[in-house]
Structures are given as C-alpha cells and as structure tokens.
C-alpha cells in the first residue's frame, strides 16, 4: 500500500503536467476555430488555474445608472517576461465567427476595455446609457435623463478615453498581427480589479495575487479583426518601472497572427 501511495505522488506531476499539455493544445485548436488566429506563445510560459470553478475578472463597485457590472471571463495566464504577465480570454465561451453578412456594417469602436476602464473610474460603463441609443427612457420618471445631462456624461466619458484609452490601426503592429485595430486601455485603479472576490466559488485569490505582485499598471488589449467579428481580449498586468504596455504587446504581437 505505501509503495502505491509513493507512486501516486511521484506520478501526480507528470499527470498535472500532462493536463495543461492537453489543456493548451485544446487552447490553440479554439483560438484557431473561434477567431481565426494562430496562438503560438510557447507551452512553457502557459498557465491554467485550477482555483476556483470560473476565472473572471471585474473592475469596479456597481453604479446606480446600469444594473450590474462589466466582467472578464478570463483563460489562461502567459508570464511574457519578469515584468510582464497577461491573462488571456476564455476561448470556451466565445462564440464562432459570424456569417460576412452579420459583421459587413458592424463598427467595433467601443471595446470591452473600455467599459473595464469606466466601471473602474465608477461610470456608467454601456454604451447605450452613455450614448442614449434605446431612445426614450423607460420606467421611473426620477431615472429619466435631460439632453444637458446626457451630453455632459458623454463629454465626462470623451473625456477619460481620451486619457486612457488608445487606438492602433494600420500600422505595423496591426499588419504584424493581421488584425485591423488593436486597443489598449489603461485601467488606471487596481485595488479594484479582482476576481469577483464577492463570489467565494469565482475568488481566485492566488491567481489574482501571482498577477498583481510584480505590476504597478494593468491594460486592457484587445486585437480585432473584421472578419473574426469577436476581438481577442487580453489583461495585461506589467511593471511599468521596467517596461512599458507598448513593448509588452509587441512582444506578444510575436505570438499570434490572425489569419
């Protein structure tokens, strides 16, 4: 009996070790299925949680304006470099490419990182609050919005993407990675950003703390390429006294290519 429970032991890391080798296979097959890209970060620097039961991330408190709050459902973890770590989407969940004619008039002009960052300044994240586009205001009379007060939070808004947000298009970086915009946006309070720490069974309390150990900044990056119709969203969490988000992406540019 101790000679099996030796051997057990012994054995459990070439399993754990075999598990993440299926599990980043499995990974690359789905980036290649679901957006059209080739994900080729080497094996060795690609981590799987096994924490808690869904790894997703939120940004901020809930605002009054919008019901609940915008979240990441995170995959797996790439250390890029000492000063760099990311976590990359969750490819399990994502939906396959649209039909042409789904994506032909679609403008992606307000990624998911935007909404990341303003829950994480404590605005209202949607775009159709922000921007009015459901048209009348439904529901209690104390919830409706002038034309003064609708414009002002646009501005408010205008103003902070201006600040944090950047957009990338037809460069060398979009040719290098095949995409047709890239957003990188700073989420600029990171005492905020967790692992749904309110959800004890979503609480990835070691994950969260491996990530943010090292960085004093976290990005939103997202690569989106028309025809894919989804982007690739990625977390990234850096030190910015070693390196900048501008040099970690071109680094992870090296590994995926849209095709």
Known sequence: MRRTLNLVILLMPAFTAMADNDMYKEYCQLMKEKRNLTFSVPENAVSFQSEGSLFVFSFGERVEEVAGCPIFMAGPIVNLSEDCSLVMMDINSAEKPRPEAYSDNRA??????????????????????????????????????????????????????????????????????????????????????????????????????????????????????????????????INGNNTTIDECVAKMAEYVRFE
């Open 108 to 237: 992606y002009d307000f990624p998911a990182s935007t909404a990341w960052m303003l829950s994480n300044c404590s605005y209202p994240w949607a775009p159709w609050y922000i921007y009015a586009t459901r048209g009348i205001d439904m529901g209690d009379d104390s919830m409706k919005r002038s034309d003064e007060e609708i414009a002002a939070l646009q501005k408010q808004v205008a103003r902070l993407r201006a600040k944090y947000e950047r957009l990338i298009e037809n460069d060398e970086l979009t040719r290098k990675i095949g995409c047709d915009r890239v957003f990188i946006v700073r989420i600029p309070d990171m005492v905020k950003i967790c692992t749904n720490r309110d959800v004890p069974e979503y609480y990835c309390s070691n994950a969260e703390a491996m990530l943010k150990a090292n960085a004093t900044e976290c990005y939103g990056v997202e690569f989106y390429k028309h025809s894919s119709y989804e982007p690739l969203k990625m977390l990234f969490f």
